[in-house]
């Protein structure tokens, strides 16, 4: 799997920009690089998820209020 831009920037930041990252989103801020890089991909990958739940949500409140519409 290629790597997202967030995950070639996180690679680039220094380990205590990690650190401060992964503090400010709450997350553990121990180990080592690979630790915390995972870390905050996981976290955007979530809140990325978070996020789109409410759009599929309403597209399907919009179907259902279309086909009841129809018949």
Do not use: F, H
């Amino acid at each position: 799997m290629s790597k997202t831009k967030y995950e070639k920037e996180l690679e680039k930041a220094s380990l205590s920009n990690l650190c401060r990252r992964c503090e400010g989103k709450g997350l553990d801020y121990t180990g080592g690089r690979e630790a915390l890089i995972a870390r905050l991909v996981e976290a955007e990958r979530a809140e990325l998820k978070q996020a789109e739940e409410p759009v599929a949500e309403a597209e399907q409140a919009n179907e259902v209020e279309a086909e009841q519409a129809a018949s």
